[in-house]
């Protein structure tokens, strides 16, 4: 409840509410025991080289173990991270390009389905808003 609370008053401070709930998302996911392995590589373990995500595999994915997963951008991969361990409440500014968004929403989306059974209705309406402002 104190997650919420605090993405909450975030929004309310006006900073990113798309990428305040990716943050949201990524932490519930350690709540319901799934969260994602984003320290190393899902298959060897490696901490270096780690050059895409992958719902699938359930994590992040290294150099010498991809094999057909799309690929993502460098900063996709530090965002994550960084969405994993930040507090909420220490975060005073939050400016993600609108492909970043793109690529953590597509993995949180993807993961959420693959791992977890639940529906957001509040994700789908907040994707129908930013359809509405980018028409």
């Not at 401070?13 to 990524?26: A, C, H, M, R, V």
């Not at 390009?97 to 209705?121: A, C, P, W």
């Amino acid at each position: 409840m104190e997650l919420l609370k605090d993405t909450l008053e975030k929004i309310e401070e006006g900073l990113n509410p798309e990428g305040l709930t990716n943050i949201l998302e990524l932490k519930l996911l350690n709540y319901l025991g799934v969260a994602p392995s984003i320290d190393s590589c899902t298959h060897c373990g490696s901490e270096k080289q780690i050059i895409t995500l992958s719902s699938d595999k359930g994590g992040y994915i290294c150099k010498n173990c991809y094999q057909n997963e799309p690929l993502v951008s460098d900063k996709t991969i530090k965002m994550i991270r960084m969405y994993y361990y930040v507090d909420i409440k220490n975060i005073s500014k939050l400016e993600v390009s609108k492909e970043v968004t793109r690529e953590i929403n597509q993995f949180l989306d993807d993961y959420y389905d693959r791992y977890t059974g639940l529906y957001m209705k509040s994700k789908e309406f907040i994707k129908r808003i930013n359809q509405l402002q980018n028409d």
